[in-house]
């Protein structure tokens, strides 16, 4: 696979948060050599929740899970690495947690296909939607490990 150097948009769900599970829920990206260039702890509103979540506005599970997704605060972050698009989703593991490769974050730490304790951006035009959505160009750090 060629080797590009992404961002992509990491949040740490409500579920996650809750239950304390933010430092172990970072440790399996920045063990393997991702690199956080900004972090945040926001509460979203129901509206934001709708708005990140504006793709999914025809599936059934949409109102439940922007109130899910508003229910306690998430903390959004921002990874930069090689591949880091497709290199996170395969740390998270699949979406519904009985899916998720033993070893993956939500085979660890998920309750259920909604409360999946963590978000990852699935392409490039979503990183492109979902970092400005939570940070600005000030708060992306640049540095090298
Ligand atoms: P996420 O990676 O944040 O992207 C969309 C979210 O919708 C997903 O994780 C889950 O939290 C939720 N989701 C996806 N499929 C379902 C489903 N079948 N039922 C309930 N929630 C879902």
Redesign the pocket.
Known sequence: MQKITEKTLV?V?PDAVVKGFVGKVLTYFEDQGLKIVAAKMVHLSKEEAKKF?YV?QQ???YE??TE?MSSAPILAVVLEGENAISRVREI?GA??PKEAKPGTIRSSLAEN????A???S?SPESAAYEIPFFFNQLELCSYNL
């Open positions: 949040m769900k979540y999914h599936r059934p599970f439940s899970l899910f998270m979406t519904n296909v909604e409360r999946n963590v978000h990852g699935d």
